[in-house]
Nanobody, 125 residues
């Protein structure tokens, strides 16, 4: 089992920045590809970014490319999501997830075994 706890969400104005953190506990953190997903009201959960087990490879959805950056610190069992140039359409609950199936990280929800409880990000216009 892996437990994931997100933090760092909040209310920010358009153009601002936030940094989300996801602290993992349980099994060896570096065995997992990690991802961030988000879910806006009345919408399906969607992929945002992912990072490989080593942190050497990252993947981003087109809607956030150049604005959001994922990173991880395996010594601290933590993955981060740096969000810059935020837009109102980025408003959603953000979830981190761990995948034992894909060490490189994955775009697909079904590849992830463990999920955090989510943290709300609200971007005002």
């Amino acid at each position: 089992q892996v437990q994931l706890v997100e933090s760092g969400g909040g209310l920010v104005q358009a153009g601002g920045s936030l940094r989300l953190s996801c602290a993992a506990s349980g099994r060896t953190f570096s065995n997992y590809g990690m991802g961030w997903f988000r879910q806006a009201p009345r919408k399906e959960r969607e992929f945002v970014v992912a990072v490989s087990w080593s942190g050497g490879s990252t993947y981003s959805a087109g809607s956030v490319k150049g604005r959001f950056t994922i990173s991880r610190d395996n010594a601290k069992n933590t993955v981060y999501l740096q969000m810059n140039s935020l837009k109102p359409e980025d408003t959603a609950v953000y979830y981190c997830a761990a995948s034992s199936k894909s060490y490189s990280g994955s775009y697909y929800l079904s590849e992830y075994d463990y999920w955090g409880q989510g943290t709300q990000v609200t971007v005002s216009s």
